[in-house]
């Protein structure tokens, strides 16, 4: 590998002054400029990010962050990822701060311009798409019907990432999809409530531009009050609570009641994810019913509750 962060930044400032520092496109160049492997591990990227100049990476206890990047002394940064992570996460962290370095980088070289601030969000979305490459991960989450839970197992990443990287990477296939969360933290062998809907949490809400809501016959207030909200609870009724009362998977083949704007009913699937015999995350994806048999593929790989008819359960 002979780039550095300079070169590559130099490289990309003329599209970024024009574009934007769009994560997708900066994560595609990044991968091909250093000539990235297909799934890069901590020893891996500990190796390009020295080399190329980002920085030294070493792991450290940090309570209250997963990672830390600053200015070294001798140029370049220091990077730390927090070393009771596991490598997935740490993985993702180091790729996050590669991205908040280079937009440091390239601020620096514009003029000595201020960074650009609230950065950590893009620098999420740079280290998914990074991390699952979009040729590779359309073809993986058609092949598992949208399948979180056999993409989790497939990628080993966050199920929150691997949540939001369908909805960035399906543009073509119209379908929403959303990630509870217990609120509990700590040991899953600790946890000796028994889960109800409000101890979840939506972790992640995300949909397709084709995944839209009609406004003819209803105000766009009402209809968005149907979907699920990004840190709320399962609704009453809903298929996220049945998952999480009854701790099965659950498909519902018509939801009625959404008034998609192609005048079309809602199929959805929703997964529990199970850490040491009790429900930790509920995996839900909604397309619609005209695209129902997109979902196959996973409904053939565990026992779901099928439910031939329900009205506005999202």
């Given at each position: ?145 949208f399948d979180v839970v056999a993409l989790q ?36 062998r600790q946890w000796f409530d028994a889960l109800t809907p409000g101890g979840l949490t ?113």
């Amino acid at each position: 590998m002979n780039g550095t962060r300079e070169g590559f930044c130099r490289d990309l400032l003329d599209d970024a002054l024009e574009l934007g520092l769009d994560p997708e496109g900066v994560a595609d160049r990044f991968l091909r400029y250093f000539n990235v492997s297909g799934r890069p591990t901590v020893p891996e990227l500990t190796v390009l990010l020295e080399e190329a100049d980002f920085g030294t990476v070493t792991g450290r206890c940090l309570e209250a962050m997963k990672g830390i990047h600053y200015s070294a002394p001798g140029g370049g940064y220091d990077i730390h990822y927090r070393e009771d992570l596991w490598d997935g996460a740490k993985e993702h962290t180091l790729l996050h701060e590669t991205f908040e370095i280079i937009n440091e980088t390239m601020c620096d070289l514009y003029s000595d311009s201020v960074p650009v601030l609230r950065v950590c969000r893009q620098a999420d979305r740079f280290a998914a798409a990074a991390l699952m490459p979009p040729d590779m991960f359309s073809l993986c989450a058609q092949a598992s019907g949208f399948d979180v839970v056999a993409l989790q197992a497939i990628y080993q990443r966050a199920y929150a990432s691997i949540t939001m990287r369908l909805a960035e990477v399906m543009r073509h296939q119209p379908l929403m999809t959303i990630l509870y969360e217990r609120r509990e933290v700590g040991n899953p062998r600790q946890w000796f409530d028994a889960l109800t809907p409000g101890g979840l949490t939506a972790k992640v809400v995300a949909r397709t531009s084709g995944f839209r809501l009609r406004t003819t016959r209803r105000p766009l207030s009402c209809l968005r009050r149907l979907l699920p909200r990004r840190g709320a609870s399962p609704t009453p009724g809903s298929v996220a609570e049945r998952v999480a009362l009854t701790g099965r998977p659950v498909y519902v083949e018509r939801v009625s009641g959404y008034d998609l704007w192609q005048n079309d009913d809602v199929t959805v699937v929703a997964r529990p994810v199970i850490w040491h015999g009790r429900v930790a995350k509920i995996a839900v994806v909604a397309v619609p019913h005209r695209d129902r048999s997109v979902l196959a593929p996973q409904l053939d790989q565990a026992y779901f509750e099928r439910i031939p008819h329900a009205h506005q359960v999202l």
